[in-house]
């Protein structure tokens, strides 16, 4: 919300009864008495407590709220001298007949008061048409742009440094950013002096608004570049380096700082930011910094154990020992053969799964049904229900 002009005539704080310290529920507790007491359906007929009703009402919408109330208090530091005459500068308040010309930027114990003026004249200018630090017309940071890289898997566990073939906006060759023709240089604008706005007096106000001549750049070009006809920036192709660290996951995005599209008037460049996807591997999955592989054993290998080669993703064999009695699904882990990131090295995650033959041998099935028969207990025991408990029956003689 702006600042409006009876803010500097009403004491919203003394409406409500409070002081202009009070906190946050203060005011709320006051608001609500003085409510109850002045609506109008609590006093029918009655223009002067509806007009009291509004007036509380108007208070509470200011100072109710945490940043009205804040634009409100720096408002009202300046006092009714901004109106009688009385204020720094003389007559006619501040900077004399005609309004507002002091300098916002010099007033240290201001604090946001640019902020508000900016509101009020339309985000570009301050009283007295002065622009604040940053305007529409001032530099402008460059725009942020997006690239997809597509890695393979092994490239994304170890990391790489690559290059990215983009077409976007650069600083122009020929001009090296200036916007002039090669062996001349932009000239201050004698419009607006090089300030890139100028004054539109609107009597107590003196607004500014950008300089018509130059656009707000401050600077003319007489003789523009014949790549960028003037604007310091073209389209092209060009290419960036980028490093993907170990262990980037699919999705993830990488920030290059000041990549991005170059800045005008003297901003600075905006970012690159760098979409990763990951094709996926036939044996790894990535965890975190962990890599998981699935290993096949056989069933006498799970019930008897047995030592088996697991490869890893730097195509190196690991022997990993299976104990007698390895229930399919159990992992295993190996340590230090996963992901060698910056922030540690991660593990080799090995599940194993016992595989079913889908065809048999006449010796295989002649040794399986051998054991079969040998075999006294069923895995499925725990499944049945278990008897019920028979009555007790006494012995009789």
Known sequence: MAPQREWFDKDYYALLGVSDTADAKEITRAYRKLARANHPDANPGDPAAEERFKEISAAYDVIGDAEKRKEYDEVRRLGPAAFSGGGPGGPGGFGGPGGFTFNVDDMGGMGGIGDIFGNLFGGGATPGGRRGRRGPTGPQRGADLEATLHLDFVDAVRGLTTTLHLVSDAVCHTCKGNGAA??????????????????????????SRPCPVCGGRGVRIEHPCPT???????????????????GVSAGQRIRLKGRGDPGRNGGPPGDLFVMCTV????????????????????????????????????????????????????????????VVAAKGTGDLLVTVEVA????????????????AAATTESPRDHLRAPEPARPHEEATS
Request: glycine share 12%; charged share 25%.
């Open 182 to 207: 090669p062996g001349t240089s932009p000239i201050t604008c004698e419009n607006c002096g090089g300030r890139g706005v100028v004054g539109d007096d609107q009597g107590m106000f003196a607004m």
């Open 228 to 246: 960028c006809h003037g604007a310091g920036v073209e389209r092209r192709p060009r290419e960036v380096k980028v490093r993907i660290p170990a």
């Open 279 to 338: 094709e996926p591997h036939r044996l790894f999955r990535m965890e975190g910094r962990n890599l998981r592989i699935t290993v096949p054993v056989t069933f006498a290998e799970a019930a008897l154990g047995a030592d088996i080669d697991v490869p890893t993703i730097d195509d190196a064999v690991v022997k990993v020992r299976i104990p007698a009695g390895t229930k399919a699904g159990r992992t295993f882990r190996v340590k230090g053969r996963g």
């Open 356 to 371: 079913v033959p889908t065809s048999l041998t006449p010796e295989q099935r002649e040794a399986l049904e051998a054991f």
